[in-house]
């Protein structure tokens, strides 16, 4: 396989900030009254603020007060990381320092807003390892539809052809796909879908899983 080009998802693929923000769904709805079930989270994983809303309010209620949930768990969010800082997946330094030592362009291609996307990568010290960072409100239409990866190869100006996308949720692995790229999936919350690995899509446990795939791959 050749690739001059990773894009990083961002939530549960580099960060373990999907269990954080679901713990905090939960807390400002019990604030405001309203359940959230994780089966309900679990749809909006990798979706943009746009789909989320739409999400939340098809399972949950036309009344479900989105914006009001969603600044009180930002706030709570933001105040559990300011404390305890981002929490890192294993493997991602590794990673990031073997891609820099192969001189292959990296991105993160996030359902984020960019400007939260790049508070928290700044948080966690690895802002200068991106070559670029596209958000969920730099595209239109979020996963699985391809635009934010597209948008991510455009930026860093290579082939989608080339590039290797990491992702943790079902909706990411698919949008790589219809993006013209190689996905590897390290699956976060809940493992990866049979739809996955009839596929035949790259499974594996830990990014440390996927250093060592590139160093094989580089060796080869």
Known sequence: MSYHAVI???DGLMFDTERLSYAMW?????????????SVFSEITGCNVTET??????RLGQNFPYH???????????????????????????????????????AVATS?????????????GILQDFDCIVGGDDVEKSKPEPDIFLEAARRLKTD????????????????ALKAGMFPIMVPDMKP???????????????????VKLLETLQHS
């Open 192 to 210: 990866a879908p049979r739809i996955i690995l009839d596929k035949g899509i790259p499974v594996y446990a830990t990014l440390d899983d996927v």
């Open 8 to 10: 990083f998802d961002m």
């Open 68 to 106: 009001e949930l969603r600044t009180i768990r930002l706030i709570y969010t933001d105040y559990y990381l300011e404390k305890e800082g981002v929490p890192v997946k294993r493997g991602l330094f590794p990673l990031l320092s073997l891609l820099k030592k192969m001189g292959i362009k990296k």
């Open 160 to 175: 989608p052809a080339g590039c290797i996308v990491l992702e943790d949720s079902e909706r990411g692995v698919f949008a």
């Open 53 to 58: 809303e739409k999400i939340l309010k098809g």
């Open 112 to 124: 984020t807003e960019k400007a939260r996307a790049v508070k928290l990568i700044s948080l966690a």
């Open 26 to 38: 939960e807390k400002a709805g019990k604030e405001k009254g309203y359940s959230i079930p994780e």
